[in-house]
């Protein structure tokens, strides 16, 4: 077992990098699992500033209404001072009450009776405007029935303003559900951190004069590959064991069946980025393009399989691209886990096989290169 050795032994001279990017995972990884899942909802108030060009009985009811449930902002109605406000977002949004609403209104028409000005789209925005067309609706179905325009307003302003408590309820199959957002970085930091530590310290066992003394030992080519394969296994496993056990430390024991399969999921996706840094070594000993590499892997997995941006915000051609990475199965496996997406035992496996056959394409690609280039140097020998 001395490449096993030689190995740890060099790995110990260049832990610094892997334990940097292992902390400041960690410390990224809690904050954002304690801020971004929250079973709770807060109501905020848009603020509005409304011009009532009409300035009748029906459109004064129609202001009275959103006084009540946004927060009306006053402004002189001129284009200086209402730009001014909205570029400095004293006011999310100006709403004109068209002159002639009132006729409309009567007359069962819906359309031209505002204006909105915004400066940015939000859900609250669309929300209002579509509380907006809801009233003129409202009131077009009660005129319509024959009943008059004031009695009609006033019914309508009763049925928009009934509002539904709506109560938060976390899957109580999945389970605490900071304990997958936790593991959802889990890849980036496995990829750059575990890349970063392995390609420089295989780069070292590929150096040319420990190369050529190996391939003169005793020690044959398949030995000296399920050496550095044992050797880097047991150094991820470690990083990998201090992650998941700081996750436990934090947020429990896995408790349930899913929790359990996230620790598996993990596991899988570092068994992958140890054989990828063998693969990565065995193509090249640049430390400048290992870096560039890693950098590339990590970061374009982050991108395209939804660490850095969830799946079901990502478009089809980046997901399309994002199957191509283990990642992508790595993350479409945990927001079924946590409760993001329904959860299918048919999909969870053939996550874990997806990920198994890169495991086993990256193996197969590895003892091919290193095996072409061990015949090399024995013909040149």
């Known amino acids: 077992m001395q490449v096993f050795k030689a190995l740890l032994k060099v790995v110990k001279k260049n832990m610094f990098t892997a334990i940097v990017y292992t902390v400041v995972f960690i410390l990224i990884a809690v904050i954002t699992a304690k801020n971004g899942n929250q079973n709770s909802f807060e109501a905020v108030k848009i603020r509005l500033t409304v011009f009532d060009e ?42 004109i009450i068209e002159n002639g609403y009132s006729h409309k209104l009567s007359a069962g028409e819906t359309e031209g009776l505002f204006s909105t000005y915004h400066m940015h ?7 209002m405007e579509q509380y907006l067309n809801d009233y003129a609706a409202t009131v077009k179905a009660y005129t319509a ?7 009609a307003i006033d019914n309508a302003a009763k049925d928009i303003s009934v509002e539904t408590n709506v109560d938060l309820e976390a899957d109580s199959d999945a389970g605490n559900d900071d304990y997958f ?24 066992m590929e150096r040319r004069d420990i190369r050529y003394r190996t391939n003169c030992s005793s020690v044959r080519p398949g030995s000296f590959v399920f050496q550095l394969f044992a050797g880097c296994g ?23 069946g899913r929790q359990w399969l996230a620790v598996l ?38 991108f395209f399989c939804g660490i850095f941006v969830t799946q079901d915000m990502l478009g089809d051609k980046v997901l399309a691209v994002g199957r191509f990475f283990p990642a992508y199965w790595y993350i479409k496996l ?38 072409m280039k061990y015949n090399s140097v024995k013909a040149m020998s």
């Open 54 to 95: 009409d300035n009748t009985e029906e459109s004064s009811s129609l202001v009275s209404l959103l006084d009540e449930k946004y927060e009306l902002v006053d402004i002189d109605n001129n284009k200086d001072d209402i730009m001014d406000m909205l570029y400095y977002e004293s006011t999310d949004c100006v709403i």
């Open 121 to 127: 789209d939000s859900y609250s925005l669309v929300i």
């Open 145 to 151: 029935a024959g009943i008059p325009v004031t009695e």
């Open 181 to 204: 957002e936790y593991h959802h970085f889990a890849p980036y930091i496995i990829i750059s951190a575990f890349l970063s530590l392995l390609c420089p310290v295989l780069g070292v």
């Open 234 to 256: 047991v150094v991820v496993f470690v990083m990998w064991f201090i992650i998941v056990g700081v996750g436990a430390a934090i947020y429990g024991l896995p408790s349930n």
């Open 265 to 302: 999921n993990s596991f899988i996706f570092a068994a992958m980025a140890t054989f990828l840094a063998v693969l990565i070594s065995s193509i090249t000993t640049s430390k400048n393009i290992i870096t560039l590499i890693t950098q590339a892997l990590g970061l374009g997995m982050s």
């Open 334 to 371: 945990n927001d079924m886990l946590r409760g993001r997406t329904i959860f299918s035992t048919e999909t969870a496996m053939l996550c874990f096989g997806i990920q198994a056959a890169f495991i086993a394409a990256i193996v197969m690609v590895t003892l091919l290169i290193r095996r």
